[in-house]
């Protein structure tokens, strides 16, 4: 199966490649990258879309930009709303609602969080300081477009990670409207209400939205509110200067249901466990982030300075029992950092020369308490410590035009990271947890961009990867009636990629096809050994991600267009003595998604969408236990201008499919009978809203 669909990523990419080159003279290129400001009614830490998709032409793997048009199209449930067409990207609601799971080439497999992908808000780092993310920190009404950059091909925001980067570009007063509002219902209790406005005074700009979003929830015990407010004043003293300053508030409530096994899944997906209900399963926090971006621009580079500081109140209600002493984790988290960003072109050796360079020092401080959790509310005290993480990443890209077709991408980006534990509760079975660990990672890049033709490229690179693990990775429940909290020090997960592509356009079509392969060390993943014993996150020896990413868009005539992605994600242990060959748990083997549009020039548009997992894949490492493939198909229909009153319909899950649209893997399904794991998907669905725009 794997031969076969490596065999028709390759022909439909040699197929693109060679309508590309047909009948184009050699001496055609994409132009290179020139350092400008953009246009004068843009912002310059914000630059418009067309600067970042002029960008993605030198870069020697997979990266798109995804526009938020079709997005501010329908119900906007969450961030998948938005990746939803990009090419290897898997994310997916865990309950049916704005909790997402994303994984981009295997990364945070085993993670109940976001772990391995860096996300930004206009360049600017978003994760906490242990590499874990909050996607519904958000305002996603607020974002213009996004950047996803898989694998090292993030080497200019100075991520790392196996997954990549995802930069989110928000909105500015030189490019909002006056002002706006929205309203959206349906299914399942769903109901958000959006307000925004902007504007531009002189050099000043500004531009707020506040947003207000709930559901009951398609299964019990699964109610979530969620409050956001976004700020974005700009000053610009002069045409090559501009300082941002960005304020975001975020509250969120959120029920937690159970995962299901197999067949609660079948027989009813919407019910949960007892304990989740008796016990309050549930997450909520409240957070404040402040940031300031300078950007300065010269007649050769760009200079972008910023600073960060987030703070987050959070409560999660777990299970709790004699046994099992998990029950109510409470924290608070202060993470500041700063990063500077240098971009200059000029000439080298009598060719273009492009090259970044940056540092990006962050630190978290996080003291957290658990507590028993007696019927929802807190018991006494079992667990205590105080979690420090320091993250000093540099890093630097050069691209040099070898010669008028040919490229040369190369850089590196070295990190020291600090994870210090420092247990504040010393319970007397398990003594003090107390451990201090630090990792140093060196990961280089190399990477050939080769133009075919005015619109078309093929590209090459080798690099590595460098994960630390997180306080998540590193802390876990020993089990028993003496058990409790302990701290277990972890290696760092590295991997060496190697990658090959092709994007471009010919007439109608656009495409970008890469195909990947890369060989992991120390992957953190949730193991058994050889007798069936459970270890927990451990280090595994060596795994293996490779894989097809591809994105065709076509235009069927003036007013019709398709829009088709296929992830193959195929991840396993090469010779384990444990595992053998087996596949790793967790993500979709074969996904593709397609969407079908009609546009009218007057604003009116429709058509039909498909999300169709081809086979089923493994849950758990010793492929015991399967995850179903399913077909999801939606329509989409509703009127859009730039002024005015605007409206949609959306139907989801038309077939009203029960299927899993996200799973926590385990070891081996065989050693829990039966084995809890499967996130149902929401069933049928409509949505509809209106919206006005002055």
Not at 472 to 490: A, I, Q, R, W
Not at 589 to 596: G, I, P, V, W
Not at 635 to 644: A, L, S, V
Request: charged share 20%; with cysteine.
């Amino acid at each position: 199966m794997l031969r076969r669909s490596l065999l028709i990523a390759l022909t439909l990419a040699a197929w693109a490649t060679a309508s590309a080159w047909a009948g184009t003279p050699r001496t055609g290129r994409l132009d290179p990258i020139v350092v400008r400001a953009p246009r004068e009614d843009a912002s310059l830490t914000s630059p418009p879309e067309e600067a970042a998709q002029r960008d993605l032409a030198q870069v020697p793997g997979g990266a798109d930009v995804v526009l938020s048009t079709a997005f501010a199209r329908g119900a906007q449930l969450g961030l998948g709303d938005l990746l939803k067409q990009s090419p290897g990207v898997f994310i997916a609601p865990q309950n049916g609602g704005e909790d997402m799971r994303i994984s981009i080439r295997g990364s945070g497999i085993q993670s109940d969080g976001v772990i391995g992908v860096q996300f930004l808000l206009d360049g600017s780092p978003y994760n906490q300081g242990d590499g874990e993310a909050l996607l519904e920190d958000f305002d996603l009404s607020a974002i213009r477009y996004g950047e996803v950059y898989r694998g090292a091909n993030a080497l200019r925001y100075g991520a790392a990670g196996l997954g990549g980067a995802v930069n989110l570009v928000p909105a500015t007063g030189r490019d909002a409207g006056r002002f706006g509002a929205t309203a959206r219902f349906g299914s399942f209790g769903y109901l958000s209400q959006e307000l925004h406005s902007g504007g531009v005074s002189g050099p000043r700009d500004y531009f707020v939205s506040a947003s207000n979003y709930g559901q009951t929830g398609f299964r019990r015990h699964s109610r979530e509110q969620d409050q956001k407010l976004f700020c974005d004043l700009g000053w610009r003293p002069n045409p090559d200067r501009e300082n941002r300053l960005y304020l975001t508030f975020g509250h969120l409530d959120r029920q937690q249901p159970s995962v299901l096994t197999k067949d609660q899944l079948r027989s009813d997906p919407t019910q949960t466990d007892g304990p989740s209900q008796e016990q309050d399963f549930h997450l909520g926090w409240w957070g404040l982030r402040l940031a300031d971006k300078l950007s300065v621009w010269t007649e050769q580079g760009r200079l972008d300075a910023s600073l960060y500081w987030t703070y987050r109140n959070l409560e999660q209600k777990q299970f709790f029992a004699d046994d099992f002493r998990q029950g109510i984790d409470a924290f608070a988290s202060n993470n500041v950092g700063w990063q500077l960003f240098y971009e200059e072109e000029r000439e080298l050796f009598g060719a273009a020369n492009s090259w970044t360079a940056g540092l990006s020092p962050g630190f978290e401080y996080e003291p957290s308490r658990s507590y028993a959790n007696i019927g929802g509310s807190r018991g006494d005290l079992i667990a205590a410590s105080n979690n420090i993480s320091v993250n000093v990443p540099a890093f630097f890209e050069d691209r040099y035009r070898l010669s008028k077709a040919l490229s040369l991408v190369m850089g590196f980006q070295y990190s020291h990271n600090v994870r210090d534990f420092r247990d504040r509760f010393h319970d007397p079975n398990l003594g003090d947890q107390s451990k201090t660990v630090q990792y140093d990672g060196f990961n280089p890049k190399l990477g050939l961009v080769y133009d075919l033709a005015p619109a078309s490229q093929v590209f090459a690179n080798l690099s590595r990867s460098y994960q630390p693990p997180s306080f998540d990775d590193m802390t876990s429940v020993k089990e028993g009636t003496n058990g409790g909290l302990v701290f277990n020090p972890l290696s760092v997960q590295t991997a060496s990629t190697a990658e090959a592509g092709t994007r471009g356009r010919r007439g109608p079509l656009r495409w970008e096809v890469s195909l990947y392969r890369s060989w992991l060390r120390h992957e953190l993943l949730e193991l058994n050994d050889a007798l069936g014993n459970p270890l927990g996150t451990v280090n595994a020896d060596r795994t293996v991600h490779q894989g097809v990413e591809a994105g065709f868009a076509v235009a069927l005539g003036d007013r019709l267009s398709l829009e088709q992605t296929y992830s193959l994600s195929d991840f396993y242990f090469p010779g384990d003595p444990t595992y053998g060959h087996d596949r790793i748990a967790g993500v979709p083997e074969h996904l593709y998604r397609a969407e079908l549009d009609y546009e009218h020039p007057k604003g009116f548009y429709a058509g039909p969408e498909l999300e169709w997992s081809i086979s089923r894949y493994p849950v758990d490492h010793a492929n015991t236990l399967f995850a179903d493939p399913y077909a999801l198909l939606g329509f989409k229909c509703g009127y859009r201008t730039k002024r005015g009153l605007s409206g949609f319909f959306e139907a989801r899950n038309l077939s009203d499919k029960v299927y899993a649209a996200t799973v926590a893997p385990i070891a081996d399904a065989r050693t829990e009978d039966p084995a809890a794991v499967f996130k149902p998907g929401n069933g049928r669905g409509f949505y509809g809203g209106v919206s006005w725009v002055w």
